[in-house]
């Protein structure tokens, strides 16, 4: 069988979940079965983008597309999304593509178009819906509009699918595939580098550090967490925290850091390459998530042997049962976060029972091995290689 020449179309704007999840995929995709020719849609005005980076880095060939001719402060590009739609057009003719595979919205609403006038067929991952103001429900509208007309799409969690089912999305159409991580390896190996990390940031050992791995966004309920850290401190509580990403809501976190009093409490690490280097740090692990799907950071959290403690949104109900592997609250609730937190800072036994179960958990059900399995059987089935 000849490889399934494909073209992985997304918009890497910021290294967050669906660049983490392509760069899982893509460093264990069977090249020899799946000839994948990344497509990425960039602002050409920003500096070097990390996702093409780490692909060259896996020796991918990558191709860009501007997404825009200038910055929005410049003056609005009103033919941004034609223009980009003719260029995404000619690169899929010249490609002789077997498959278009899209991720997020403005690769959907550009590349499934232009593949179906070419009679390509489209494979698109549907990662999650950011709902935060109206450009967002906007181009969510024209997303799902796009979805329709998809040959096959993928969501990552039960939730999404029946999201976009009932925004006439057919049910036949969509595959369930949660997100999954490679095992974190050794624990004693795990316990050594938690000393060193620790030390390194200048964390006592008998300080409780909650961590947070993620875009800073509204979406994210980051600042839940920070008022429950709040809470914690008033109460006496040794807390710390550590926040691991970027986004457009670092300076109002910061704002909100030094207003609660927490300035010397909260460490914001910025973007990090390798995550696992700093897991070992924490003491549990926060995701106050309003909206999501099925998160890698939770997945990693999990399978480090971090305690977690996240909202009851998206796919996580299927990854965490409460009590058992992990602590659901409700979201948007600071005081449930805090209330959960204590709970594991005050009850050691506790933390180690949900640390087995966790483990347990992410090394049953989302093998990074069955995970890339059950994407590529979808390529060959979109592909129509089947037969």
């Not at 008998?206 to 994210?220: C, H, P």
Request: with cysteine; charged share 20%; net charge positive.
């Amino acid at each position: 069988m000849q490889p399934i020449k494909t073209a992985y179309i997304l918009t890497p704007i910021e290294f967050a979940g669906a660049e983490s999840v392509s760069l899982a995929f893509l460093r264990h995709v069977d090249r020899s079965r799946i000839d994948i020719r990344p497509l990425t849609l960039v602002r050409p005005w920003e500096p070097e983008n990390r996702f093409i980076r780490c692909l060259e880095q896996e020796n991918y060939a990558v191709s860009t597309i501007p997404v825009a001719t200038r910055p929005r402060t410049e003056g609005r590009d009103y033919l941004r999304v034609l223009r980009c739609y003719q260029m995404v057009h000619t690169f899929l003719k010249k490609g002789a593509f077997d498959l278009v595979h899209t991720h997020g919205y403005f690769a959907d609403i550009v590349g499934i178009p232009a593949a179906k006038q070419l009679n390509i067929p489209t494979l698109s991952t549907c990662h999650g819906f950011i709902s935060n103001n109206l450009k967002y429900k906007f181009y969510n509208l024209c997303d799902r509009i796009a979805l329709r007309f998809s040959t096959r799409v993928i969501a990552v969690s039960q939730g999404i699918k029946m999201n976009l089912v009932n925004h006439g999305v057919c049910a036949s159409q969509i595959t369930v595939i949660q997100n999954a991580v490679q095992d974190a390896g050794d624990p004693d190996t795990f316990r050594r580098n938690r000393q060193t990390m620790r030390e390194r940031l200048g964390i006592r050992e008998e300080e409780f550090l909650v961590g947070y791995v993620g875009r800073l966004s509204e979406e994210k309920g980051i600042r839940h967490l920070m008022k429950a850290c709040a809470m914690l401190q008033d109460e006496g509580v040794p807390v710390k925290a550590v926040i691991i990403g970027e986004g457009p809501q670092l300076s109002e976190l910061q704002s909100l850091a030094d207003s609660n009093n927490l300035k010397d409490a909260v460490l914001f690490a910025g973007f990090q390459n390798n995550i696992a280097a700093w897991l070992p740090a924490l003491d549990v692990f926060v995701l106050p998530s309003l909206t999501e799907g099925t998160p890698l950071s939770l997945l990693e959290a999990m399978s480090s042997g971090i305690p977690v403690v996240a909202s009851s949104v998206g796919g996580v109900p299927q990854v965490v049962q409460t009590g058992q592997n992990g602590i659901l609250v409700p979201p948007g609730m600071p005081s449930e976060i805090h209330g959960a937190v204590r709970r594991l800072y005050e009850n050691g036994a506790f933390r180690n029972k949900l640390i087995r179960e966790a483990r347990t958990t992410v090394r049953e059900k989302y093998s990074i091995k069955d995970w890339v399995n059950k994407v590529e059987q979808e390529y060959i089935r979109t592909g129509g290689q089947e037969n």
